[in-house]
């Protein structure tokens, strides 16, 4: 599709070539200048590409304002969460219309000995509840500020306090301050440039991680509340920057566990918290290409380590120990053997029962084991079961240790979010909350269903298509091919209220469920990334094609979207196949992969090359991700469909930098377009914060959709 009748002058970025060179090969960068955020005119130059696009969009204002009044209609703006009991509390969340963050409050609960201890309060709409106390308001933190993001926000075993964190720039670089609930006064403890969380042991002790100067999670520090943090104990620290550090707590409060992890190995160190202040201990060494993950369970009445790892099956298994330093994974006892076409995804111990986390058939499940009284024998598992073809489902919010019910989430394409309630003992389930749509919402008049595609190499890949069941098929409709496609990560069957704004003026909306996600098990992933990475890629073209083989929709009338390495995979088809699409909007896209997979000192950097492998260190990985990079292949053979990328100034992941000077060179020599750079000065990788802003930015890119293809 053409520019609309558009005066505004395309933006020219001055080109200064930089030579680099590496493996004996050259490639001349015109645009590497553009990566100075703090240069002025590389701000002008941004600001120009916004006014140019802000040009270019100017007739989507009238659509965007409808779109995003449709949106809020369908939201509960003042709204509530299902109460949670977490100790001698009920926690929960509420929304208020007009404000943009939610407020966190909780009310008292009964003693656990009564009757009605698990039965969560009914709360009034309207007005707070007797003894309610709001324990953080977020719209108050956030004000004066241009971004707003919170992090942790983590109360204390007594209940007294409140760790909480706070982003207000984008650069994911928190401040942790503690709130004492009794006085809400915070405390003088402040603790500057730290990663989001904070893990409490009891109500004195604080844990959190600093990050190096890539943003990378390296070490875990223990702070005394109400000591100076100066003199905070670093009580651990990984120096290989491939590497992740984490901590938390197991449920049972008995460990607390620092994990320490890349994208293919693990390793998991703890301490006992009845005494905190000692060194952790290693539970078993790492061993490249071995990944495991620790949970303390009771059976048999003795403490165990259940044990989720590879070292039997590609998709994994659970072994049992214990507790102590574990031998070889492979001679653990086997609790839960692995089998073919079942992903486990781990499990989780309570005090009288275990949850099973596995993915079967491109779909995630749960699996609820009740007889804990076989030390080493397999243990046996309840399967929960649900009508529809195509869900989610995961645990909710399970804070409690000894607890009779399980909560857990449910939802699809079409069936809105639900949080259910299941009794252990009975095993009948309760549903305690329905995402509620404003005006009306029927389900009946909305349809998912699953086809596949054929990958070049025979592959059979799953795609997900939702439509209103009345739309007329007999013709091709209006599409968006949406897709992610890395880091094992999944895109599960999940309900949204702006996507209805799509579906409703007769559009299809499809998830192409490629190779390097995890929806298939962990072979899809590995059939995806560093080597195997432009399977993702030739998969989304085949999405694409198999599509328009069912009728369903055509190349001039199909629009594709992904975001951030979903971006590097729009940046890929966009050179591979431009015919295929008549606009490509990449949010936050990696496209331009192979130069900051060259600078170790980028964030994020050294630990993604378990993903995409190690230019620097490997000509052969340097030529292919060269051949896929969307920066380096920009043609000027081809018409390129219209594009749309979207970024944000403060972003750590994905820089803006590589958008920037992706669209400079599709306009300096791509011929189609128009080529369009929106770039958000004062956000981060997740974009604007607040919910109206969200809404307001996600009715504009819905809009550009509708227009590209047609459906407008």
């Known amino acids: 599709m053409t520019a609309r009748n558009v005066t505004a002058k395309q933006p020219i970025a001055a080109q200064r070539p930089l030579t680099r060179t590496h493996h004996g090969r050259e490639f001349v960068d015109n645009y590497e200048w553009l990566r100075d955020k703090d240069n002025p005119e590389v701000r002008a130059y941004l600001e120009a590409e916004n006014e140019y696009t802000k040009a270019h969009t100017a007739d989507l204002t ?42 966190s409050c909780r009310i008292p609960a009964v003693p656990k000995t009564a009757a009605d201890a698990w039965v969560p309060p009914v709360l009034p709409e309207e007005g707070a509840p007797e003894g309610e106390q709001i324990i953080f308001d977020a719209n108050l933190a956030a004000e004066g500020h241009e971004f707003f993001s919170m992090g942790a926000g983590a109360v204390s075993l007594d209940g007294r306090y409140l760790a909480y964190s706070t982003d207000v720039v984008g650069d994911e670089r928190y401040t942790l301050r503690i709130r004492d609930l009794t006085t809400g006064e ?37 702070h005394k509340v109400g000591t ?30 620092i994990e320490v992890g890349s994208k293919t190995t693990s390793e998991v160190w703890a301490i006992d918290t009845a005494n905190i202040e000692s060194d952790p201990w290693c539970i078993r060494e790492r061993d490249t290409g071995i990944e495991y993950d620790v949970e303390h369970a009771v059976i048999a009445g003795r403490d165990r380590f259940l044990i989720t ?93 000894d607890t009779p019910v399980l909560r857990f989430g449910y939802g699809s394409f079409t069936t809105p979010s639900q949080t259910w309630e299941m009794d ?4 009948e389930r309760t549903l305690l909350k329905e995402q509620e749509i404003p005006g009306g919402y029927d389900k009946t008049q909305y349809q998912a269903t699953r086809m596949w595609a054929t990958a070049a190499d025979g592959t059979e890949v799953p795609i997900s298509v939702v439509r209103r069941v009345d739309l007329d098929m007999s013709s091709p409709k209006p599409t968006l091919l ?24 007769g559009m299809v909306w499809a998830v192409a469920h490629v190779r390097g996600g995890g929806e298939m098990g962990r072979s899809w992933w590995l059939n995806g990334r560093e080597k195997s990475k432009p399977n993702t890629f030739t998969d989304f073209i085949a999405c694409a094609d198999e599509l328009v083989a069912q009728g369903i929709t055509t190349h001039q009338m199909m629009a594709a979207e992904g975001g951030s390495a979903g971006g590097m995979l729009m940046g890929a088809v966009a050179n591979m196949a431009p015919e295929k699409f008549c606009g490509i909007q990449a949010v936050v896209p990696f496209v331009d992969s192979l130069t900051s997979m060259l600078m170790p000192e980028l964030p994020l950097t050294v630990v993604e090359w378990e993903e995409w492998g190690n230019p620097l260190a490997d000509p052969e990985i340097y030529d292919l991700m060269a051949s896929y990079s969307a920066y380096e292949n920009v043609r000027d053979d081809v018409e390129y469909p219209e594009i749309l990328a979207l970024t944000s100034l403060n972003d750590t992941r994905v820089l803006y930098v590589e958008p920037a000077k ?7 020599i791509g011929k189609g377009g128009p080529f369009l750079l929106k770039t958000e000065m004062s956000a ?9 802003a969200k809404w307001k930015e996600t009715a504009y890119e819905y809009a550009w959709i509708l227009r590209v293809t047609g459906a407008a």
């Open 309 to 401: 790892h590879n070292a039997l099956s590609v998709d994994y298994s659970v072994g049992i120990a214990d507790v102590g330093p574990l031998p070889a994974l492979t001679d653990i006892t086997e609790v839960i053997a692995p089998r073919d076409g079942v992903r486990i995804e781990g499990v989780s111990a309570f005090a009288g029962h275990i949850l099973l986390a596995y993915r079967r058939g491109g779909i995630g499940r749960l699996a609820l084991c009740t007889s804990l009284v076989d030390g080493d024998q397999a243990l046996n598992f309840r399967e929960l079961e649900f009508a529809e073809e195509l869900y989610s489902v995961g645990a909710s919010a399970n804070p409690e240790w």
């Open 228 to 257: 100076d943090v100066a003199d905070d104990v670093r009580i651990f620290h990984e120096p290989d920057e491939a590497y992740w550090v984490g901590v938390g707590t197991t449920r049972s409060e008995k460990y607390l566990l």
């Open 186 to 222: 915070d405390l003088p403890d402040t603790i500057e440039d730290i990663s989001a969380g904070a893990t409490w042991v009891g109500s004195d002790w604080i844990f959190y991680q600093r990050v190096d100067e890539a943003w990378r999670p390296d070490s875990v520090w223990r």
């Open 62 to 103: 009238d659509l965007t304002d409808t779109v995003y009044g449709e949106i809020k209609s369908r939201v509960k703006e003042t709204d509530m969460s299902v109460p949670v009991r977490n100790g001698d509390f009920w926690y929960y969340g509420r929304s208020v219309e007009g404000k943009n963050y939610g407020v």
């Open 662 to 668: 992706w669209i400079a060179k599709l306009q300096e």
């Open 424 to 427: 252990i003992a009975t095993g």
């Open 482 to 505: 949406y897709a992610y496609g890395s880091y094992e990560m999944p895109v599960d069957p999940g309900f949204s209220v702006s996507r209805l704004s799509l579906l409703d003026r």
């Open 684 to 692: 981060g990788h997740g974009g604007v914060s607040g919910r109206y």
